[in-house]
């Protein structure tokens, strides 16, 4: 079988404003990327974010945005490499801080939104995003987009990558197109589950891979279990990127649980 993690955008809710499907996603993925408190989040949904993914046995990273509330993180903000370095150390550093008083290990750092996009195609704000993972903790993983510049310098900075697919997110001539969020564009269960196989047969088995859900998605609940059911048909069988480390050669903490405490589908609904 062939291992395939399983994440979500997460704790982007703050204050009384209630945003994306996180207790029912969370059982169904096996690594949370959690808002810390620049796009999304606060630091109450940063502490029920991370004892959730512990409930659950599933991988923590921080999701790392610009700080830009009224859009959502998906408004694209000129930012310097130093600035992205700045952000990522901030925004991990916050997040880190509910981790650890839970006595849990980070696993990884995912860019949302316009700052995923733009560190994905800017060199610079690639190599400035892998200096602070490398600085601050180069057992991070980094999520990227395959062939990226952000692929690259994860690569070149010693950092180690996990090509990222959306199942939720069209694809045209093989990029995504993230901002196409109509339900038109998203599809149904058939589509998503045809997107995601398709996008998975052009990587290389011997890389690691993630896919991504997001809980804010129509309907995230019912996709992501139909995707699941449908993955493992496929023969994939489901772990975040640490716990497929072998014991004998690495180094690494190990982290919450793995992916074998994630229920199926149908477990979860009896």
């Known amino acids: 079988m062939t291992i395939l993690d399983l994440n979500a955008d997460l704790g982007e809710s703050f204050g009384v404003y209630t945003y994306g499907a996180d207790d029912e996603v969370m059982p169904m993925i096996t690594s949370a990327n959690i808002a810390c408190g620049a796009h999304g989040g606060d630091p109450a949904v940063m502490r029920r974010s991370v004892d959730l993914a512990q409930t659950h046995g599933v991988a923590v990273g921080a999701h790392v945005g610009l700080p830009d509330r009224l859009g959502f993180g998906r408004r694209e903000i000129p930012t310097t490499p130093q600035e992205a370095y700045d952000l990522c150390l901030y925004q991990v550093g916050a997040l880190e801080s509910f981790v650890r008083a839970r006595g849990c290990v980070m696993q990884h750092l995912k860019l949302h939104g316009s700052l995923y996009m733009m560190a994905n195609h800017d060199p610079g704000l690639a190599e400035a995003v892998c200096a602070a993972?490398?600085?601050?903790?180069?057992?991070?993983?980094?999520?990227?987009?395959?062939?990226?510049?952000?692929?690259?310098?994860?690569?070149?900075?010693?950092?180690?990558?996990?090509?990222?697919?959306?199942?939720?997110?069209?694809?045209?001539?093989?990029?995504?197109?993230?901002?196409?969020?109509?339900?038109?564009?998203?599809?149904?269960?058939?589509?998503?589950?045809?997107?995601?196989?398709?996008?998975?047969?052009?990587?290389?088995?011997?890389?690691?891979?993630?896919?991504?859900?997001?809980?804010?998605?129509?309907?995230?609940?019912?996709?992501?279990?139909?995707l699941r059911h449908a993955l493992a048909d496929a023969g994939y069988t489901f772990r975040s990127p640490r716990a497929t480390e072998p014991a004998s050669t690495t180094t690494r903490e190990p982290i919450l649980a793995t992916a074998s405490a994630v229920p199926t589908t149908s477990e979860s609904a009896s």
């Open 133 to 226: 993972v490398a600085d601050l903790n180069p057992a991070l993983y980094v999520y990227v987009l395959p062939g990226s510049a952000l692929h690259t310098a994860a690569i070149e900075s010693a950092v180690s990558p996990v090509i990222e697919v959306f199942a939720d997110r069209p694809y045209r001539d093989g990029v995504v197109q993230m901002y196409d969020r109509t339900a038109e564009h998203i599809g149904g269960p058939d589509q998503v589950i045809r997107r995601t196989l398709s996008q998975l047969d052009t990587l290389s088995e011997s890389d690691a891979r993630t896919v991504c859900l997001h809980s804010d998605t129509p309907s995230a609940p019912a996709l992501l279990a139909a």
